[in-house]
């Protein structure tokens, strides 16, 4: 179980460390105004963005792992409310997709000033899985 836990904390940072830089990337390539800019701007967002769906792919095989070999967790509480607010960063972690192919097709839509809010998200989602997984309040 500890070599599970191990590896799924590694994929986690792995996935939040795109997390936390790609919306970052999304703000500069907003700001951004020639060419080669936005060209490499794309590049860089497409390259993080794979690494960082590594790290979340890796994740949830190690978590639904770990819940697999111990179902017992499944009956605690404060797990079903971590497990929504991980389908949460999955759900980021889609829309993250879409404003990639957005820049992509240079259809943009959103100011550099949405995007650093956008940025916020993922680290208020990593403060309450965090909390739930190491306090793992009784609920």
């Known amino acids: ?77 404060w797990l079903e409310i971590k497990l929504l607010l991980v389908a949460l960063v999955i759900a980021y972690h889609g829309y993250c997709y879409k404003l990639l192919r957005d820049f992509a097709a240079q259809r943009n839509r959103r100011s550099a000033r949405w995007l650093r809010a956008f940025n916020e998200v993922p680290s208020l989602l990593l403060v309450g899985i965090v909390i739930l997984a190491v306090v793992k309040p009784g609920f």
Request: zero cysteines; proline letters at 3%.
């Open 1 to 77: 179980m500890l070599w599970l836990k191990a590896l799924h904390v590694i994929a986690v940072v792995t996935w939040f460390a795109g997390l936390f830089y790609l919306p970052r990337l999304y703000v500069y390539h907003a700001d951004a105004k020639d060419a080669i800019s936005m060209q490499r701007f794309e590049i860089m967002e497409r390259r993080l963005f794979t690494l960082m769906t590594i790290g979340a792919a890796a994740s949830i095989f190690f978590g639904l792992t770990m819940l697999i070999a111990f179902p017992l967790y499944l009956q605690m509480g």
